[in-house]
């Protein structure tokens, strides 16, 4: 008899082969207390434990193959930054000296106090940035333990087996892909894991969360797995396979369709040209910019610079950071965001990222946090003007909420830039500086922001959070997440109206602009310029390459006109079925 299992599809497509379940063993931690004679010896294992799995990781390193398309490396050498940091190595010695536990236990004590840090974040991908913390700290935690390899073992005849795991790292991911496994399903993990990244990246089928893997299904099954719905079948019945097997070649084809369109413009059926951009933030996602084909990069997301650390980058990294971005770019534009942490996401001296206030979201974030803490944000504004002398750069401020603090902003610019020019530091003077539009507040009044800014950006994610008044990273609420709610739409459409009407550029860096479904009913509503993660670009284009703005606008304005919800879900329906 057939069985399915449900979990959360990280990267599409259809996988049908046999099942290879990897058991990798819990880790039981003991918690002893130590003598003390025996603390400074437990310190020396401790030690050598890190240094075990440095050398472990180095040798993964080394084994990537060159011609891997994804830095892979970058991964590693992430994992291996945190083996530096002092979390991971000097907070569980102290925790073995002060409270005299064994190490295991340390180790956990301080997992756990990290855990609980980025449980409370709010940024969905911050959150996810746990999993790292996770795969590092069970690595040294096999090796205090001497449980076997801190590593899969991934050998033998893997070739077209979907391989089970309670969770995979990243470098497993990639030795799953050198030995030819189809697919991979995980008890554990989230979309933003870099496993997922890597997962999309090297376009294997995933799925992750799937409860109970190990214990309905057994080696050798039979197994359908669906990456884009994120469902597992086991045992399938002829007419299942027969099923899934033609959604295996309409999948193949919708990928042979979509690498042809690489070298394509996008340009709708009525001769516009409209302007696709990538959303990076990691190292790997630069080079998709070229590879995809994009007009440049809409949104650089610079937190990832601050993070895992105990000092703030200073001026001088930043600008050798943003500048190796400009040239790795060749002469493409990038739009680099300034700095969007808050009250969740604070770089403390321990290095972790701290959590105050009670509302974080509603706290003191991005902008509000840089304006109250100019040791952190003069730097980054200096490090951007001087990368524009390297190539072209836009820089963004997010969280934009009243004109005053946008003053404020442009004032501190205008500052940096005559410092520039004091100590004969070369910038652009002609930069543009955009705003996201992503308070309602903000969107509400977008005409003053469009008057006073060269580019508007719709933050999408945090715009639909505030309007709807749901936290975005809270399962509990995430069925009322609702792009299309008319007040969504009417904030994105008064966005839009003012930067037109002004003479400005309107771009959309949310999820939204990366979601096929939402292509045409932003065309309709003026929008030409769209950022997104770079894996959605050409899908977003072959709708553009399909659709007539003049054809879509009326249809797109009498639908927004209604304001009911149910319509717009059911016209937005009929203009997507309408594809040429
Ligand atoms: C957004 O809010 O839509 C956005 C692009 O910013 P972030 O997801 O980084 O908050
Ligand atoms: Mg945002």
């Known amino acids: 008899m057939s069985l399915a299992l449900a979990g959360i599809g990280i990267s599409r497509g259809v996988a049908i082969g046999r099942a290879h379940i990897i058991v990798r063993g819990a880790i039981e931690v003991q918690e002893n207390t130590l003598s003390d004679q025996l603390v400074e010896e437990e310190v020396a294992r401790y030690l050598d ?20 398309r994804v830095d892979i490396a970058a991964f590693i050498d992430t994992y291996l930054l945190m083996l530096d940091d002092a979390t991971i190595v000097k907070t569980p010695v102290d925790l073995i000296r002060d409270r005299r536990c064994n190490a295991e236990w340390a180790l956990k004590l301080q997992r756990d106090a990290l855990v609980d840090v980025f449980e409370q974040m709010n940024d969905a991908y911050l959150r996810t940035r746990r999993d790292d913390v996770d795969h590092v700290i069970n690595r040294i935690l096999r090796i205090l333990l001497a449980n076997g390899q801190s590593e899969l073992h991934i050998e033998g005849a893997l070739h077209d087996t979907i391989v089970l795991a309670d969770d995979l790292t990243p470098a497993e991911t990639v030795l799953l892909q ?13 979309p933003l894991s870099h496993t997922a990244i890597l997962a999309r990246s090297v376009q294997m089928p995933a799925v992750v969360g799937v409860h109970g893997i190990q214990h309905y299904l057994q ?12 469902v597992l079948i086991a045992d399938p019945d002829e007419r299942t396979l027969e099923y899934y097997r033609k959604r295996q070649l309409q999948e193949a084809r919708r990928r042979a369709e979509l690498a042809r369109l690489v070298q394509t413009p996008a340009v709708t059926l009525d001769q516009q040209p409209v302007t696709l951009m990538a959303n990076i933030e990691l190292p790997e996602d630069i080079d998709a910019v070229s590879r995809e084909n994009t007009r440049g990069v809409g949104l650089y997301r610079t937190e990832f610079l601050f993070m895992n650390r105990e000092e703030p980058p200073d001026e001088e990294e930043q600008y050798h950071c943003y500048a190796g971005v400009v040239e790795a770019l060749n002469g493409k534009p990038l739009t680099i965001r300034t700095l969007d942490m808050g009250a969740d996401k604070q770089v403390d001296g321990s290095g972790v990222i701290g959590l105050r206030g009670g509302n974080p979201a ?4 991005a902008v509000r946090l840089c304006l109250k803490d100019l ?3 003069r730097p980054q504004l200096r490090a951007i003007l001087r990368a524009s002398s390297q190539g072209p750069v836009r820089m963004m401020i997010p969280m934009l909420t009243n004109t005053h603090e946008l003053q404020q902003v442009l004032g501190l610019i205008e500052e940096a830039k005559h410092s520039l020019q004091r ?6 003077p002609r930069i543009r500086i955009g705003g996201m539009i992503e308070v309602p507040a903000a969107a509400l009044s977008a005409k003053a922001f469009a008057s006073r800014l060269d580019f508007l950006s719709i933050g999408t994610n945090d715009l639909i959070q505030y309007a709807l008044a749901i936290d975005r990273v809270d ?10 709610h008319p007040a969504v739409l009417k904030l994105i459409k008064m966005t839009i109206d003012a930067g037109s009407n002004a003479g400005i550029p309107v771009a959309m860096c949310g999820e939204m602009a990366g979601d096929p479904l939402y292509t045409r009913l932003l065309l309709g509503m003026g929008l030409t310029e769209f950022s997104m993660h770079h894996t959605a670009l050409q899908e977003v ?4 390459n399909q659709s007539s703005i003049a054809e879509l606008a009326p249809r797109v304005e009498a639908l927004l006109q209604s304001g009911e919800a149910e319509q717009i879900i059911a016209g937005i329906d009929a203009i997507n079925n309408s594809l040429h």
């Open 541 to 544: 284009k072959r709708v553009i």
């Open 423 to 428: 100590t004969g530091l070369a910038y652009d």
């Open 219 to 230: 080696d050798g099954d039979t197994i359908i797995l669906d990456g884009q719905h994120g």
């Open 375 to 377: 040791g952190l944000f």
């Open 475 to 484: 399962d509990e609420v995430n069925y009322l997440y609702d792009p299309l």
């Open 178 to 190: 050198h030995q030819d496994v189809c697919a991979f399903a995980t008890e554990y993990g989230g």
């Open 49 to 68: 434990a890190i240094a075990t799995a440095r050398m472990q990781l180095r040798s993964i390193r080394d084994r990537i193959p060159k011609e891997t």
């Open 362 to 365: 509603l706290g003191l974030r």
